[in-house]
C-alpha cells in the first residue's frame, strides 16, 4: 500500500465537532468563542453518515463559508462520497487540491511462488486446488491485464475454502488483513440497503476501507438472486458503484465460497448470468481418512498449548488424538475436529474445579 498520509492531530476540529458548533451558533449567535481558534478541518469516513443529505448537498460552500469563522487552512477529506467528491471538482479554483489514493500491490511472481511452496503445508487434503489456483491467478502477474480474478470456491463446509483465501491473502498481502464478508449473515431489507448504498454501513465503504485487494464472499449462495445485479459491473470491469461511491478493484482477488458440490449445481441454483462472470471455479473435496489422521494431530497441538501445564500433564494421559481417530466416520471437516477435541479435552479438567 502506499504511505499513509499524515492527519493532523493538533489545532484541528472535526466535522461533527464543526455540526455542532454550527448547531449551537444559530441557537445563540453571541457565543463566538471558538472562532478563528483552528488550524486544520478533517473528516473520517464514518462522520459522512452523521449529517443530512442536505448538508452533504452544499457541503463545499459550508466548509468555506465556515472557514472564515473557524480559521482552519486546510482541509482533509478522508474517502468523501462522489456527491462531495464532485463538488471539489467544481470549486477546486477555491483552494490547492492534492488527491491520495490508496494503491494495492499487484500478484507477483514471487507471490505465486510462495502460494506453490507453502500451499501443502497450510492446506491439509486439497493438492489439486494449489495447480488451480496458480493457474486461475496467473495473469494478474502480467502487466496487461488488470481485471480482477473472481473465483468460486465450492465443496463440503469445513474443508479449508476460507482457510486458503486467508492463506492466499497472506502470500500476496502478509501485513494486509483480507476484507471478508460473511453473507449469510445478511437478511433481505438490511442487505438491499447494504449492497445498494447506505452513508453509515454499506458494501462500498468497506470496500474504500479495505486494507488488501484480496476480498472473500463467504457463503456467497446464501446471496438472494435478486441482489446479483449488483455485483455485475465489479465482476466484469472492477468497479463497484452505489448511489454514494464508486470503487476500482483493479488487480483484485475476489474469492466466493459455496456450499454446492458440482458446477452445474451452481450453474442451476445462481443463474447463469452471475455464473458466466467467473473466472474459475475450484472444487474443494471431502476429507480421505488420511487428512482426517492429519488434522487431528495439528488442531490437537493447537488447542494444547493453550492450557497450563498442570491442565496438559491431566490432559496428556487419555491420548485424546487416538481416540479420536478410532471414530473418523463421526468426522466431516475441520469443525467437526476441533469441536470434539475441545470437548475431550474439557472433560478430564472438569473433575479438578
Known amino acids: 500500500m502506499a504511505e499513509a498520509l499524515k492527519i493532523p492531530t493538533e489545532g484541528t476540529i472535526s466535522l461533527s465537532e464543526m455540526v455542532r458548533w454550527s448547531d449551537a451558533r444559530r441557537s445563540n449567535p453571541i457565543e463566538d468563542e471558538i472562532i478563528g481558534t ?9 462522520e459522512y453518515g452523521g449529517v443530512t443529505d442536505a448538508f452533504i448537498e452544499r457541503f463545499i460552500i459550508s466548509i468555506l463559508i465556515f472557514q472564515d469563522k473557524l480559521g482552519y487552512t486546510e482541509i482533509y477529506l478522508h474517502n468523501p462520497p462522489d456527491r462531495i467528491y464532485n463538488q471539489v471538482q467544481i470549486y477546486k479554483e477555491h483552494f490547492e487540491l492534492s488527491i491520495q489514493y490508496t494503491s494495492y500491490p499487484k500478484i507477483t511472481r514471487n507471490a505465486l511462488k510462495r502460494i506453490k511452496e507453502n500451499f501443502d503445508k497450510k492446506i491439509l487434503g486439497q493438492p489439486q486446488v494449489k495447480t488451480e489456483i496458480l493457474t486461475a491467478l496467473y495473469d494478474l502477474s502480467n502487466d496487461y491485464d488488470s481485471k480482477p480474478k473472481i473465483i468460486m470456491f465450492y465443496g463440503p463446509p469445513g ?13 500476496i498481502n502478509p501485513d494486509n488483513q483480507l476484507l ?11 442487505f438491499y440497503s447494504y449492497i445498494f448504498g447506505d452513508r453509515t454501513n454499506s458494501f462500498a465503504k468497506d470496500l474504500i476501507d479495505r486494507e488488501s485487494n484480496v476480498i472473500l464472499l463467504d457463503e456467497f449462495d446464501k446471496c438472494n438472486k435478486v441482489f446479483f445485479s449488483a455485483f455485475y459491473q465489479l465482476f466484469d470491469e472492477g468497479i463497484y458503484e452505489d448511489k454514494y461511491y464508486k470503487v ?10 459455496s456450499n454446492y458440490l458440482s458446477e452445474s449445481d451452481i450453474r442451476k441454483n445462481l443463474g447463469e448470468a452471475i455464473f458466466s462472470r467467473f473466472d474459475a471455479f475450484i472444487q474443494f473435496n471431502a476429507f480421505s481418512n488420511e487428512v482426517k489422521e492429519q ?35 463421526a468426522i466431516n471437516n475441520v469443525r467437526d475436529i476441533r469441536r470434539y477435541i475441545k470437548q475431550m479435552i474439557a472433560t478430564p479438567l472438569i473433575d479438578y474445579i
Request: contains cysteine; hydrophobic residues 35%; negative net charge.
Open 38 to 46: 483552528y488550524n486544520y478541518l478533517t473528516v473520517s469516513t464514518e
Open 295 to 329: 488434522l487431528i494431530d495439528k488442531i490437537y497441538n493447537e488447542e494444547i498449548v493453550k492450557y497450563a501445564e498442570g491442565d496438559i500433564q491431566v490432559i496428556s494421559q487419555f491420548n485424546i488424538p487416538n481416540l479420536l481417530k478410532q471414530h473418523l466416520t
Open 248 to 257: 476500482n478493484l483493479q488487480n483484485g482477488v475476489i474469492l466466493c465460497t
Open 159 to 171: 474443508v479449508g475454502k476460507t482457510e486458503t483465501a486467508h492463506f492466499i491473502n497472506q502470500a
Open 180 to 190: 471478508r464478508k460473511q453473507f449469510s449473515m445478511y437478511h433481505n431489507d438490511s
